[in-house]
């Protein structure tokens, strides 16, 4: 593929100025994510404010054939934003305006570049949230390409589920809008959830349409110790098959409560651990909590310790939430690998076993945590990325994780994406179904211009 | 198009003996849906019995270029069913089996031509039910190919957030499945979705895995009645907004009570009325029923009418269910024509109460019902299919109600699909991205014979 010739580098900046930058330290921030793939620069960075100026760059790089590479917060686990092939960063982080919000509706749009901490601080005085919490402050472009979900995806699903619609420029320059602000609707094919896990291999987002909830009258959160992961696992998968809805309940494995204590200056007791949280009315929330209690008990769980002052609860989610970084700091110049299996819940319990197997004559350090509601779950290892031994042997065992997971019913990821990381396992999960997919990409995408390499190999 | 050749329908016998039907009778009765649209007959009806003889079916059929129409419970209401180009109806409807069942998990695989009251009466023993209920004993693979909800949707969503996974047949004959068992999965462009909702013009579903519910420990229902629609509208509306998670929220207006009496031998007050259905724990169920009746009454609502013995719900819900049929039956040889509009809750008073007023004139018998929860209703009217000016008159009520529907930010159809109803709309809604649904049907059916001229023209 053509890299950006002087001509197309003179229309860029024509139309942009001083955003179109071609610096090295902002090519090289923008071709990679916090994960431990390695950097692939793109010849340029454009920093777009408008949805007409992508896609004028989009037009401008498709007369040549360039790449384009979408680029929010940077926060991408799978290799996203890798410019395998250079071209041109597509930088969104400057559209951040939260276009509208209807109270009433409980829906608002957003430009792609709004991080969901920006929104969440914003809702807040209106007594709104939006729960979709990948951990990361990403962007809500971002996470809507990539299909995010997080810790309170039990109770309130994945972008999936909570994009209405979406503003997408397409690989011609095109603009569409898809969905609409109707909660459901039949009128045609679902572009919408099309786009929404497309990893920029279809177009750009560049507006999101979400649904939004009420901030719940009563929250509580609690974490809880077991004597082995076994139990801890067998307490949450009774948790669900009893649909008591929680709205957060995490898998936390002594290594990790250790690493995060130790990063979040925080005295968790050491032990594998649940953390929940609760969302409702009293009533609703303590007949949540006192079922929850029962199980947690029969499985040998005690010590329950409650956050239900906000600022303690914050506390015990920016700890979970920072569990990736606490991971990777037990390590000078570590680089964080993070695999992402997700599995039918009734499988959850031998999967993590075998999991813990794999585990245990690894020479990196690594822990266990999980979205375990949803049967997703992560090892996150801190790794050398200049050592090809080291990242031998964990792409190893996060290939038994996955090949496990599949034979199961489960898919090689639940919540990244393809990225560049997955690509090997598309074809092994969805079989000839992969080739629809590369059907529809060579369609919508026949120069392949569109961030290309993710999902799809080039 | 081609229609049969004798030599295809010679192949056509030779895979399927007397299960290949030419016969006048079956071509009249799989060429139409259960409303007004005029019946445009197949050439044959095939009844197919597995995954492998659909696909043996359509790859016959693509290489004369002859369409194919998939056919379920033949409840469709948007002409889906219409053979506008001849060719083969393939009748699902003996691909009843439950394949698999996973009480853990929560979720089931079901062949296409399984309903859902019988996938409801095998779960029940099992303390299991599938909640999305379109009202007609529909086929699951029609509800999934036409993005099907129903009463329950403001609760449990519909059938594209409960759908899991597919087998389809592809217009090449190709078996793909799409999606798996895991709840979530950012694992490649989200085919599920693109099948469910896509009314057979891109491929046939043939399997279904579906996430299955346990039965709320305790449902309790009841009517109540208002003066005027407004009041009703407002009633509902405020429920939704503050959140209290009914399980169903009806509005039938008096018209409507008056044909449910009359067909289904009741004798519920003749008022504007709100039908609820609340599922929980019973202190749960306690708590939403406290907060709706202070609503209601707030709204001037009274004689609540409570039905919680099973069998008084189950004929409460039968005469809703019946809706359709009930106001058909006020005219001798009618047929129904069910408007289908969907709006962001703010919206829905406004809406109704325009609607009303188009009605206020109407020459045929009409009546107001909806899933207010979801902001969506529609309009029955009885219509003499032969007559016109009456089809003229109802045509141009409905297209005033989708308009005005599409200028407060709703959908043409919220739950009954565009078939050939809709296809007039389709633009209007969702303007260049119908290109991008042209472009995609192109690609995946570049001969155009999975059911032409649905969703997008011929």
Redesign the interface.
Known sequence: MPHLSPPLIQSLRNLLGERLSTSLTLREQHGRGEAHHAAAFPDAVAFAETTSEVSEIVRLCAAEGVPVIAFGAGTSLEGHLTALNGGVSIDLSRMSKIARI?I????CTVEAGVTREQLNTYLRDMGLFFPIDPGANASIGGMAA????GTN?VRY??M??NVLGLTVV?PTG?????G????????????T??F???EGT?GIITEVTLRL??IPETISAALCSFESVEQTVAAA?QVV???IPVARMELMDRGLIRAVNAYSGLDLKIADTLAFEFHG?P??VQ?QVDMVSAIVEEHGGKDFEWANAPEERNRLWKARHNAFYAVVSQRPNAKGWSS?V?????QLSNCILKTRELLQDCSVPAAILGHVG???YHVVFAVDPGNAEELGEVAAINKKMVRYALSV??????????GTG?IA??RE?????????A??????DPAGIMNPGK?LPN
């Open positions: 209807s009433d509706d409980l829906d990539t299909r995010a979900s995806a699903g994945t999936r589920e397409l095109q603009i569409i809008r898809t609409g602000r109707a909660r459901k609707s039949s009128a045609g094919y679902d572009l959830r099309l929404v896990g497309s279809l909830y009420g998968i098959q009893l649909g009315s009533a609703g007949e992402d997700c599995v039918p819940v009734s949803d049967g997703n019913g489960g898919t090689s990821t639940g919540e990244h994406g393809v997955k396992y598309l999960e969805h079989g000839d179904a992969v080739d629809l997919m059907l529809i990409k060579h369609a919508v999902i």
